[in-house]
């Protein structure tokens, strides 16, 4: 497949300012396959990067990690991989010997890189990425679905560290795109009931289709809610999904004792919370961080995908042309009533 010189990407050359330019398609090596992207979808992580609060030092840089479409390169040790081939990727990129990548902890590896965050991503015509890190997408599902890997893999390892089992109660602070996919994974494996904390109507309508049992608008009403729901102890597990220090506060007042809090939402770096250490020792809490998909959740997540385990046509409602990705940024950081944007890159 003939593949040209150059590309149109999207770069973040300063925080806040995209430039659409034409820069080289990146070469391969002989473990690396070069995708042509067809979606990349815009995430939390993003509105951080543009915003300068991360990964401000890599700049100038093309984002994008939650990247879909068509492989049309291989390198020489990667020939199991067809042209042709529809793809999505897993964007944590370790040594592959430490101990942190042996443990499938690859955020915590010393070399570690992620594609589109610390490295040009899917914000572009083409993408390059390790072969080992491909994950093909079955041909029943669309391709525009395939780009959802990356945040449903970093639910379905949230998940698996919250240890959340078969009729436990559970709390979600945050109703947004992944605040809602928290709700859904959580039904998957038999929480009840799902209790969801969201003041914007629109996205706490969103959650109540996405099978929430309990949605609260009101704030001011949310400690009666939960204790109402289970029976006076609060919940088993909380889900602080948002980021905001008072969120994560609030997460260890409305659990029960004996309960666990994951830390999802990515609060900002200078950010902090306060806790009593004593209530944490007496209750007994767990507390639990949890941030990205990598290895066998991408995996999981895709069939989960392609089994229709997850709804996720609400996801795939906005899309912006890559020539307008200024314009979705802004529409994506303002907008409230967008569940998720989608650049469609070809």
Known sequence: MSVPTSMRAAVLVAPGRFELQQIAVPAIGPDDVLIK???CGLCGTDIHIFNGHYSADRLPLVPGHEFSGHVVQVGANARDIGIGTAVTADINVGCGRCFYC?????????????????????LAEYVRVPATHVVPIPARTPVELGALTEPVSCIVRAIKKSRLR??????????GPIGNLHIQLARQVGAAPVIVSEPNEGRAQWARQSGADI??????????????????????????SVGLPALYEQALDLVRPGGRVLAFGLADQSAKAHYHPFKLVLKE?????????MGDDMREAMTLIAHDRVRLNDFVETVYPLEH??????AFVSDRSINKVQIAVQ
């Open 325 to 330: 990705i200024a314009e979705a940024m802004e």
């Open 102 to 122: 042996r443990k499938n902890e690859i955020l915590n590896c010393a070399s570690m890189v992620q594609i589109g965050i610390h490295v040009n991503g899917g």
């Open 215 to 240: 949605v609260v608008t009101d704030a001011a009403g949310l400690h009666a809610a939960v204790m109402e729901a289970t029976e006076g102890r609060g919940a088993d597990l909380v889900i602080e």
């Open 166 to 175: 078969l009729g436990e109660s559970v709390l979600v602070l945050g109703a």
């Open 37 to 39: 992207v067809s979606r």
């Open 285 to 293: 809490l767990g507390l639990q961080g949890s941030v990205a998909g």
